[in-house]
């Protein structure tokens, strides 16, 4: 993912979330001592309750107060109730920011679930050489680095020597000669969208074609005999198939978008004018550039809130298909 | 003959995804071999015709560039093998024992693996600062820390389930203690998951860029490699072939990685295929 991973970025499906440690079931064998199991999560709990959980309180609570940079440098914050969301919410141009990151998680996990479903259907119809190739291909987009997918796409689209630019002019479109993509909202916009759509289509890609492998040929078999044509065995036996599959790399990929920062902070910072401020960096922006820490936080809130919905659902999958292990 | 002739538009469409896959790559590595003529010749050309080090040369002379490598490496590795020995440890709880509680700490890693880290940005430099971690490596380990640690756990704990725990039994009934068993028997069996795990963890940890460029700002000397590449305009002005030189040396470690992992990765993905 996790970016990834995302952080964590892009990740392999994990092949652990599926088998059930056998062990367990079998044999109830007396523990050595009621409290080494407590003491082997220890370290977990300590790391999770300093870094994951008291980040998340301290983010709550900081939205309820009033913490700028003279509470970040002296202290005493004190409690102003619901005023930053107040004055968040009254933002017109929070809700701006909020429908852009709507297009924009909507632009991109569409592009990568269309691409990403013919790439993995492409995959296996391909020879084995061809297969081998295009998987190879698909394996060093997704080892690219975030930060080396920025560079080399602003070096792609830059305005003098870019070969973006030079293809375009070649192509007869002249008033692309020296045309800087960077200085208008909706082509930086359509850089991001392309990059991100780039970097995310593989594992779309890979694990879906995974998935294809696994229904038999008997099945397409059966529907082509009974006269379906290659779109209606897609909906009626694919995916069928693969709909788990499908919504777990939606969501996954939904979450991704969503809260995609890295790439958008490296090439815009969120602008020019504000073209491509999606909420992480809004936030991100708010405390960072005009130190009020108390509405970015409340901004903060207010996206994890949104991206809940899509956690939640997510997680309740991952239970449900945990739910043999635990 | 005409089913051949079928399949030309399908290979078309494999070769142009081959394409428009390695194409920014390629673009990145070729320029960083050209000499800074032929990368600002009006009519670029596509194939490597003269190569040169150079800017190889200019990238790693660059200001900082052995500090930044070994600040990257340093929090990297540290981040890695802290979670690795420390989702030991949970695995084995988890795969292992039984225990109240216990499925609550398996929901509680699941949760934290969907951890919205990006917005915790803000409290994280907050906390940075009234600790007096700001600017300091080791505040980034332990983030790097946390953000792989959920997932290392989960992983670990499916190569453990993979693993037959009569093995270990039997090297107890043969009169190892329990942490002697786990550690003969089991340990070495679970070796390559560990290594694979932990290349995984490398990779999230060696690519962060956000919590590097928040948590980092005074001392420029403890910076990371994706934040100083982040600012490659300052570094490097326009130099583009030394710019792309750098990336590639900062994308070469992660393919190495990919490249080891590979046929863990396809191998895991085609295991259906026999079915079929």
Redesign the interface.
Known sequence: M????????R???????V??????RR??RP??G?V???L??A??LV??AF??L???I??TV?SFQH?RLGE?IRGGATFVGFDNYSEVLNDPEFWTVVRRTLWWTALNVVLIMLIGTL?AL?LA???KR??L???S?????????????????Q??F?SR?G?VN?VLVELGFDSYRDYSWFADGNSTFFILVTLVV?QSV?FAA??L??GL?????ELYESARLDGAGGFQVFRHVTFPMLRQLFALITSLEV?WCF????QI??ISEGGPNGATTTL?VY??QI??SLHK?DV??AV??L??LI?LVA?VL??RR??QQ?GA?? | MTRSLRKVPLNLAALSVVAVSVFPVYWMVLTAFKPTVDIQADTPSFWPRHLTLDHFSTAVHADGFGTFWRNSLTVTLGAVLLSLAVALLAAFAVGRMRWRGRRAFILMVFTAQMAPWEALLIPMYVIARDTDMLDKLSMLTLVYFMTTLPFTIVTLRGFLAAIPVELEEAAQVDGCTRPQAFRRVTFPLLAPGLLSTSLFGFITAWNEFAFANTLIIKNQDARTLPVWLSSFSNVFGTDWGATMAASSLFMLPVLVVFLALQNRVTSGMTAGAVKG
Do not use: H
Not at chain 1, 11 to 17: E, L
Not at chain 1, 19 to 24: E, K
Not at chain 1, 259 to 262: I, P, S
């Open positions: 996790p970016a990834a991973p995302p952080a964590a970025r990740r392999p499906p994990q092949q652990a979330s088998d059930p440690p056998p062990a367990l044999r109830r523990v050595l009621a080494w199991p407590y082997l999560i370290p977990t790391g999770t870094l994951l008291y980040p998340l301290r983010n900081m913490f970040l790439v492409m119809r391909l020879g061809m297969r190739a295009v998987m291909a698909l394996v060093l987009t997704w080892a690219t680095p975030v930060i080396a997918a920025t560079t080399i796409f070096w792609l830059q020597f070969v030079w780039w593989p890979l694990t074609y995974g492998t696994t229904i038999s040929a979450i809260k995609c920062f890295a902070w490296v992480p936030a991100f405390a960072q820490y970015g936080s903060s809130t996206t994890v991206l956690l997510n997680l991952m239970f945990e292990a635990l």
